[in-house]
Every structure is written in C-alpha cells, then in structure tokens.
C-alpha cells in the first residue's frame, strides 16, 4: 500500500471517530490507557499531525501500525462498541470494551415488535 492509501485511510477512520469522541480519548486509547494529560498531549500532537494537509512542513505519514489500531478501532465503533470504554492493565494490555446500549424503541422495531405506548 502506498504511503498516500495509508495516509487517506488513517485521516478518514480518525476523523470518523472524531465526530463521536473527543481527541484526548482517543489519545488515551494510543496511550494504552495512560491517564496523564502530558502523556495524551504528546500522543494527541502526532495523531493530529498525520491528520495536516499533504504539503504542510509538519506533516507525519501514518505508518501500518498507525493504520491498522485507527481501522480497528473505527470497526468497533461501527460494530456497536463504546470505545471509550476500552480499559487497559498497567503494562498496556486490552482488558475489554462495552457494547453501546440499544434504544428499547429501537430494538423492538428491528424484531418486528410494535413499540410499547405509554
């Protein structure tokens, strides 16, 4: 894959997420969980500049890594998963995430049930 698929890829996963969840959360997840705000700026500050236009000075390519933990984390949220649930071990390791609660109006109208009325 070429660094230009790479770099869309990335941006368009991370901007996705973005519009759900604000961008020290997401620093957070690329800290494996670290809750220090001078840890998150650091993370946050590389995440924000492989999201700069092609032709900024500043510009960072994402690499494969960067690429396949943004994918993943954008494929959780589009299964259904509350990402900022994510919960980590003090040596970085995934202990779980949360589904999103269902809506029950939501869940009744998808198995064919009428919603209750009150």
């Given at each position: 894959?070429?660094?230009?698929?790479?770099?869309?890829?990335?941006?368009?996963?991370?901007?996705?997420?973005?519009?759900?969840?604000?961008?020290?959360?997401i620093?957070?997840?690329?800290?494996?969980?670290?809750?220090?705000?001078?840890?998150?700026?650091?993370?946050?500050?590389?995440?924000?500049?492989?999201l700069?236009?092609?032709?900024?000075?500043?510009?960072?390519?994402?690499?494969?890594?960067?690429?396949?933990?943004?994918?993943?984390?954008?494929?959780?949220?589009?299964?259904?998963?509350d990402?900022?649930?994510?919960?980590?071990?003090?040596?970085?390791?995934?202990?779980?995430?949360?589904?999103?609660?269902?809506?029950?109006?939501?869940?009744?109208?998808?198995?064919?049930?009428?919603?209750?009325?009150?």
């Open positions: 894959m070429d660094q230009n698929a790479k770099n869309q890829t990335y941006c368009e996963s991370m901007l996705r997420l973005q519009d759900w969840y604000p961008q020290f959360e620093a957070r997840w690329f800290a494996l969980g670290e809750s220090s705000t001078s840890a998150k700026r650091i993370i946050r500050s590389s995440m924000l500049r492989k700069y236009p092609e032709d900024h000075p500043d510009k960072r390519g994402a690499n494969n890594s960067d690429v396949l933990a943004i994918g993943l984390l954008d494929l959780l949220h589009r299964e259904g998963y990402v900022s649930t994510l919960q980590f071990d003090t040596k970085g390791k995934v202990l779980g995430v949360r589904k999103r609660p269902l809506l029950r109006s939501i869940t009744s109208k998808a198995a064919g049930e009428e919603p209750e009325k009150g």
